[in-house]
């Protein structure tokens, strides 16, 4: 499953570090935002598919037989 082995704490330090550098300090929490708002949007629509893909209600009360 993992080519290069699993990844220990000393690998996802030298990853975020590197994304620090690319990127900046300042600009890190407005790229977790955006990564947020991508990650709601995309659960959003996905919400709306499986909407789509049931088959509708009925809603109307049985007809009562008196």
Do not use: C, H, Q, W
């Not at 000393?10 to 407005?30: D, K, S």
């Not at 708002?37 to 509708?56: A, Q």
């Amino acid at each position: 499953m993992f080519v290069f082995g699993p990844l220990g704490l000393p690998e996802l330090l030298v990853i975020v570090l590197i994304i620090v550098i690319i990127f900046g300090a300042r600009r890190l929490p407005e790229l977790g935002k955006s990564l947020g708002e991508g990650i709601k949007n995309f659960k959003k629509s996905i919400g709306v598919k499986e909407e789509e893909s049931k088959p509708p209600e009925d809603k109307t009360p049985p007809a009562s037989k008196e």
